[in-house]
């Protein structure tokens, strides 16, 4: 397991921009952005792999980038271009023990240990 605690939300209009971020105890072999609306199911946002590939869900391509900061343990997520569909708790996850394919990073059931989440409120 590793521990993740995340930061940076908050609220903003829509068109601003906001970057989370995600203190880790080390980085493992996939790292990742998740968020949850009201009413909705999780949903992978963006993932980063020790190696440096990403994956972007379609909605936000263009807009998001994830990063990390190696010698701080730090992921990052910068969310421009913001709109009120993106309102959601956001939550940082990480994947332990070894690399799945590139079809499975989205996917919540690939990591093993999550965040607590913090809240992004996009208002029109």
């Known amino acids: 397991q590793v521990q993740l605690v995340e930061s940076g939300g908050g609220s903003v209009q829509a068109g601003g921009s906001l970057r989370l971020s995600c203190v880790a105890s080390?980085?493992?072999?996939?790292m990742a952005w998740f968020r949850q609306a009201p009413g909705k199911e999780r949903e992978g946002v963006a993932a980063l792999s020790n190696d440096g590939r990403t994956r972007y869900e379609d909605s936000v391509k263009g807009r998001f980038t994830i990063s990390k900061d190696n010698a701080k343990n730090i992921l990052y997520l910068q969310m421009d271009s913001l709109k009120p569909e993106d309102t959601a708790v956001y939550y940082c996850?990480?994947?332990?023990?070894?690399?799945?394919?590139?079809?499975?990073?989205?996917?919540?059931?690939?990591?093993?240990?999550w965040g607590q989440g913090t809240q992004v409120t996009v208002s029109s």
């Open positions: 080390g980085f493992r072999f996939l």
């Open positions: 996850a990480a994947r332990t023990d070894y690399l799945l394919p590139y079809a499975s990073w989205l996917r919540s059931i690939a990591y093993t240990s």
